[in-house]
């Protein structure tokens, strides 16, 4: 009688384990088209937003390029509410290459009482043929990654402009909620009117325009 319980719940045992085993493969199988969905969604978007300069952003891309210091000259009002904003000063990222093959960031600047503050993340491209559509994922934030579109980029590689869209789900929100206008020197840029013409230029045609997104000029604290 006892043996013949022992079997039953030995048996039940297995079936429950069965039947999670089962269950879990269903939920990663679910998770994961829900995420090609959205990768193939942003992708979509990003195009949408670049137009005419999708294919040209994609060939001007050179990692080699890309990777070092940049500092910051231009932002929007937007990027407060994604961690940054305008009151930072003497605002930097540094991008390294990844034994994966991603590329390693690192982040710093000085608050309004002249503290460094700073913060590491990865990104990685949406699809190695789309270089340009980036995500990134940040050490102390509890989001899985954010999207990090590189949309402009100039001549000879000295500045870009990383768009900060917001998407749900794969519902474009807004495309052009905020930017970080970067560059590999900040007086070389400031001293150039051409350049800095066709940065404003590119800010106004994408619509970077009202109190929330429009070009604020990023402080330097002198450090």
Known sequence: MYIIKIKNCVNFIIFINFKMDFLSEKVESYKNKIEDFNNDRTIKLYKDFTGE????????????SFLGKWEQVV?????????????????????????????SVFNSA???????????????????????????????????????????????FSVIVVTAPVILLGVNI??????????????????????VNKLYSYLEKKGFTT?????????????
């Open 53 to 64: 300069d999708f294919e040209p952003l994609q060939k001007k891309f050179d990692i080699n």
């Open 110 to 156: 000085y608050d309004q009482e002249l503290k460094f503050t700073s913060i590491s993340g990865v990104s990685r491209a949406r699809s190695e043929n789309i270089p340009c559509c980036r995500t990134v994922a940040f050490d102390r934030i509890p989001v899985n990654e954010g999207n990090y579109w590189i949309t402009y980029i100039n001549d000879d």
């Open 174 to 195: 807004v495309s052009n909620f905020g930017f970080y206008a970067l560059t590999k020197d900040r007086d070389s840029f400031w001293s150039n009117k051409e350049e």
């Open 75 to 103: 932002t929007s009002r937007s990027t407060g509410i994604l961690g940054t904003g305008i009151s930072l000063t003497n605002v930097s990222a540094i991008y390294g290459l990844t034994e994966e093959g991603n590329v």
């Open 211 to 223: 109190y929330i997104n429009e070009p604020i000029v990023s402080g330097t604290s002198f450090i």
